[in-house]
Nanobody, 122 residues
């Protein structure tokens, strides 16, 4: 089970840090990802991180501004979001996948958190 937190309202140019905690003892065997879904739009990939945290992958739209990280000792994954833009307003979801390496395809993630709302005002 994944539990996301850290969303909120921020002005454009500001920062937020999202966190996702898991209760699964096999957390370190899963690759993890963050997705977001804006109203009326499809869920889109944001970032992914490998099981050991060494390899990361980002959507072009967030590259250089967002950083994904994980702490396998604490069963958590985080998404540091800097220089936020109004188009970043969405519900952000953490997800876990087993068997795929840094996939950007949502259907390949077996487990999902409940989502946390991020609103960026202009």
């Amino acid at each position: 089970q994944l539990q996301a937190s850290g969303g909120g309202l921020v002005q454009a140019g500001g920062s937020l840090r999202l966190s996702c905690a898991a209760s699964d003892r096999t957390f370190s065997t899963y690759a993890l990802g963050w997705f977001r879904q804006a109203p009326g739009k499809e869920r889109e990939f944001v970032a992914a991180i490998s099981e050991n945290g060494v390899i990361t992958h980002y959507a072009d739209s967030v590259k250089g501004r967002f950083t994904i990280s994980r702490d396998n000792a604490k069963n958590t994954v985080a998404l540091q979001m800097n220089s936020l833009k109004p188009e970043g307003t969405a519900v952000y979801y953490c997800a876990a996948t087993f068997g795929y390496i840094l996939t950007t395809i949502a259907s390949r993630y077996a487990y999902w958190g409940q989502g946390t709302q991020v609103t960026v005002s202009s």
